[in-house]
């Protein structure tokens, strides 16, 4: 652990320290760069301070800065503030995440010569394919523990999974195992081993599921080139007149005023806080915003096709016991149009404790019908409906001029409205899921609407031209060349897969960019 | 009360508030053949009496006894106690229920009850009681065993032991 001087302008700064802020702060320092990692959030302790209660952990890990909505999704009427399930906290959303670490296929990095010209969609393929991709994510799944691979063992499967594979085989399902987990299935990389907790979400209180928390922030701390400072909420990025960024103004702990110098600035806050935090430091020669002349920052938001099905039986079944996302079927992942989409998703399980069950299986709901559901809580099987949706421009991460956040600035405004893609690709999984706990008996199955977005992608995306998107194919700014983007706002298109284990290989590859790039004295 | 009765009152109640002041209310229940008391200290005794029925109808479950749902009265009641404007809004919302049906709201029937409630459910004050027994009353830890939730895992080494792949109803072959 270094402390480095708020004027030394040679650190690289990275801003959060999630997938992407984590992963590449500890690649940098692993390579001798100097690096001050700026988390907005407070550092927990995953022994002493987790609990496992939903609601505790919701208050003490989700980002719950302001935030306002529009658009005819229906978390603008149900959850108008919480547009988002992500987390202010050293580790990022790395704590909150399920572990499901899949790779995307090869035709999702060429969404729009796959796909073709669908109206509405702002579809473009990725300027990297698959390929160029392997070797990190390889290296990606290493640093995780990823389950299935480099011969680590899968889980075993717990109740929720035995009722998903079971109705998944009866209806012709060939793809169905307990996934590819960062979940450790023995010990591993000084990590515990799986004890079957359930509360996942809630930061795994064994340290079993990979987190950036108490890997990679620990392994960097280990390196005399890495500096971490929690709650120092970043608000401005800073410039020279040639254009290139010189520092960041953060507001610390105190509530006091920072400016950190930097020789690089990584921005890797998810894709509601990068975009608003490069909007919000635009300055008279970038008067859009920094790394916008495409006009591309904050548009073509994506949060994934996403539903769920829970299905009542007439026997017990208690889902929650053991890991939440230990189970997929990746049957329906393939693009195949014929279906009446573009695009593929998986089924993955998912349970919730009786607190969030209550809040999410059909918001605003009351009354007998409701409540006879949440009646059949023990008896319930669960599964989470995930897929690609389309890139939209008029989804986007703007400025709301109106609402000021505690430290004055314009808070960020998320606006979504589905495409017709996504619309008939959840029809199409609420029905095969239907279809699954069908096979095996259900009473009842009940259509979950979208949860508040875990998948946050695509604000920031990449482009092999400038006029197509923020940052090129290492995630950096086409404008600016000392300004990087290292979260899941770089997608070009969002896959079907969790994001995580792609966030962190792109996190790895622009790590080894930025100090090829360091070394020739080219940034 | 006995202090039997207390202590249950306050464990019951423990996730979900209890101020109880020299000039509060109680009223007085019975759970499993013991006495219990709902405590409220802002708004008055009609007014809790009618949030109270009008709790176990927003979300009904029999298996419930009442001390679950004035839980969630007292949580309310604490906000009453803190903000004069939460303190009208549920006098007024629970006064707009006595009027509205054909006696006071806790004395209607259950079918009587839903449809006055379905004609507010639109007002705030409906989703201001709707939205604070939506976490008041399924994050009570008392209240997970009734649904068998088991609640933290941690403390008991988590389900590897304890049951995480027991399941045993399913059909054995696929077809």
Not at chain 1, 23 to 28: A, C, P, R, W
Not at chain 1, 164 to 183: C, D, F, N, P, S
Not at chain 1, 471 to 494: E, M, P, Y
Not at chain 2, 61 to 77: K, M
Request: one cysteine or more; glycine letters at 10%; aromatic letters at 10%.
């Amino acid at each position: 652990m270094a402390n480095f001087d708020l004027n030394d302008h040679s650190v690289v700064v990275v801003i959060g320290s999630g997938a992407g802020g984590g992963v590449l702060s500890n690649q940098l320092a692993q390579k001798g760069i100097k690096t001050v990692c700026l988390e907005a959030g407070k550092r927990l302790d995953f022994v002493d301070d987790f609990v496992n209660d939903e609601w505790k952990m919701f208050s003490m890990t989700a980002w719950l800065d302001k935030r306002t909505t529009s658009g005819s999704w229906r978390l603008a009427k149900d959850f108008p503030n919480l547009p988002a399930w992500i987390c202010k906290t050293v580790g990022g959303t790395t704590l909150h995440w399920a572990g499901a670490s899949l790779r995307f296929h090869e035709h999702e990095f060429k969404a729009r010569s796959t796909y073709g010209d669908i109206q509405g969609a702002n579809l473009l393929d990725w300027p990297i394919t698959l390929q160029d991709l392997e070797p990190y994510y390889a290296k990606a799944e290493d640093n995780m523990g990823v389950t299935r691979t480099n011969g680590i063992p899968g889980l075993p499967g717990n109740n929720n999974f035995k009722v998903l594979e079971a109705g998944a085989k009866r209806v012709g399902y060939k793809q169905v195992h307990t996934g590819r987990m960062a979940i450790n299935s023995e010990p591993r990389d000084d990590r515990n081993s799986c004890h079957q907790l359930g509360f996942c979400f809630q930061g795994c209180k064994m340290g079993a599921k990979w987190s950036t928390l108490y890997s990679d922030i620990v392994k960097a701390e280990e390196t005399d080139k890495f500096e971490l400072r929690p709650q120092s909420h970043v608000v401005k990025i800073e410039h020279d007149d040639s254009g290139k960024v010189t520092g960041v103004v953060y507001f610390d702990a105190d509530g006091k005023s920072q400016r950190q110098k930097a020789r690089i600035v990584c921005v890797a806050g998810n894709t509601i806080e990068s975009p608003r935090l490069l909007l919000n430091s635009a300055s008279s020669k970038f008067p859009d915003g920094l790394a916008n002349s495409s006009g591309q920052v904050g548009k073509n938001y994506m949060r994934h096709m996403t539903g769920s099905v829970y299905a009542v039986f007439e026997k017990p079944v208690h889902m929650f016991r053991g890991t939440t996302m230990a189970g997929v079927v990746l049957d329906e992942a393939h693009n195949d149009p014929s279906r009446g989409f573009v695009g593929g998703y998986e089924m993955e399980t998912l349970s919730l404790g009786l607190p969030f069950m209550g809040a999410f299986l059909d918001p605003g709901s009351w009354g007998p019908e409701f409540a006879g559901n949440m009646d059949a809580y023990d008896h319930m099987a669960g599964m989470w409906l995930v897929g690609e949706d389309m890139p939209q421009e008029g989804n986007a991460v703007t400025l709301n001029t109106d609402v000021k956040d505690q430290y004055g600035m314009p808070v960020p405004n998320v606006h979504f409205d589905d495409h017709d893609n996504d619309i008939a690709m959840r029809n199409h999984a609420y029905k095969q899921g239907s279809a699954v706990y069908d096979a095996v008996g259900a009473v009842k199955t009940i259509h979950t609407p979208p949860y508040p977005s875990t998948h946050n992608l695509g604000t920031n995306r990449m482009s092999e031209k400038p006029q197509d998107g923020v940052v090129n194919k290492w995630g950096q700014s086409h404008d600016i060349a000392n300004l990087f983007v290292s979260d899941g706002s770089v997608f070009t298109t969002g896959g079907s897969e969790n994001p995580t284990l792609t966030i962190v290989a792109l996190a790895f590859r622009q790590a080894d960019y930025i100090a090829d790039q360091m070394a020739k004295n080219n940034i | 009360m006995t202090t039997t009765t207390i202590s249950r009152r306050c464990f019951v109640k423990a996730s979900a508030m209890t101020a109880t002041a020299a000039f509060s209310l109680s009223l007085i229940g019975r759970l499993g053949g013991q006495a219990w008391a709902m405590t409220v200290k802002a708004i008055d005794a009609t007014t809790a009496d009618t949030l109270l029925a009008m709790c176990r109808r927003v979300y009904p479950h029999d298996r419930l006894e009442d001390v679950f749902y004035a839980a969630c009265v007292e949580g309310l009641d604490a906000k009453a106690a803190d903000s004069a404007d939460a303190k009208k809004q549920l006098t007024d919302g629970a006064a707009m229920l006595n009027k509205a049906g054909s006696k006071a709201f806790a004395e209607l029937g259950a079918d009587e009850q839903l449809a006055v409630l379905k004609g507010i459910e639109t007002t705030p004050f409906f989703q201001t009681v709707r939205g604070n027994m939506v976490t008041a009353l399924y994050g009570n830890s008392e209240v997970w065993p009734k649904f068998g939730y088991q609640g933290p895992s941690y403390p008991y080494g988590g389900y590897l032991e304890r049951g995480f792949n027991d399941i045993a109803w399913l059909p054995k072959e696929s077809r």
